[in-house]
């Protein structure tokens, strides 16, 4: 395959401690041809930003994850600014949203963080990345309010809220979820998705597909969750990977 843009990746993450540089330089040879790094605190925003400095075909975002809103300072907004205001390959915010998943989670403070970070990027004319897990409705709601531009990434919910979420006009992404034996709601509501609002990621160093589940995911194995996002819609694995290439590009402004 080639063409991949894989849109939501963590490459400063402690996983690649050891041979990020090695991973990186050799992505592009295994068919990737754009990344985007999405940012879960005000640190590795930071470390995205270095990361797209240094490589051509890398692009960062810079937000706030919802689990990381207890360590975020009050000036959290105003040094977000400045970030991505360093450099022009900061494209987007994110990532933000809703995460209820763990116990002794506080809904109010996540909330107020996912709206304080949409407003920033209606200020900043730039499209959001969305997390929401366990917390479709408020993310919804949210949304519907809100009306960004951008993507819910990581997409494992139902086709009902998928419908919901195309209606606001977002984007969708999916992850090697799809490739899981457990996939059948990820693929119901791929299924859902039309072809312009549909984006491939990998989530890495998190969620590889199978045949590779358990082992640190790359971007380069999104040929295996594109084929079987082909097998869905259709049409040849290339052909979706070129097609959701340039629906990442177009809706993080990348020429």
């Not at 843009?5 to 050799?26: G, I, P």
């Not at 799809?178 to 989530?203: I, Q, Y």
């Amino acid at each position: 395959m080639t063409g991949i843009f894989d849109t939501h990746a963590h490459y400063a993450d402690s996983a690649f401690d050891e041979d990020r540089e090695q991973v990186l330089e050799e992505l592009p040879r295994k068919g990737v041809k754009l990344v985007m790094l999405a940012g879960s605190s005000l640190e590795d925003s930071a470390a995205n930003v270095e990361l797209a400095k240094r490589y051509g075909y890398i692009y960062a975002a810079a937000g706030v994850h919802p689990e990381s809103v207890d360590e975020t300072p009050a000036d959290y907004i105003d040094r977000l600014k400045s970030l991505i205001a360093s450099h022009p390959k900061v494209k987007a915010v994110g990532e933000i949203g809703l995460d209820y998943h763990y116990e002794n989670y506080d809904r109010e403070k996540q909330i107020r963080f996912f709206r304080e970070q949409l407003a920033l990027a209606a200020e900043l004319d730039m499209p959001v990345i969305v997390h929401s897990r366990n917390a479709a409705e408020d993310t919804v709601d949210i949304l519907k309010e809100f009306r960004p531009r951008g993507v819910v990434h990581c997409f494992s919910g139902s086709a009902e809220t998928a419908k919901e979420i195309l209606k606001t006009g977002m984007y969708i992404g999916f992850t090697g979820v799809l490739t899981f034996k457990n996939a059948k709601k990820a693929l119901k509501a791929l299924a859902e998705v039309p072809m312009d609002r549909l984006l491939m990621e990998t989530d890495c160093p998190y969620m590889a597909p199978e045949p590779l589940r358990g082992r640190r995911s790359d971007s380069s194995m999104i040929e295996f969750m594109a084929a079987k996002a082909a097998e869905v819609k259709g049409i040849p694995v290339q052909e979706l990977i070129d097609i959701t290439c340039r629906n990442g590009m177009t809706m993080y402004g990348i020429e």
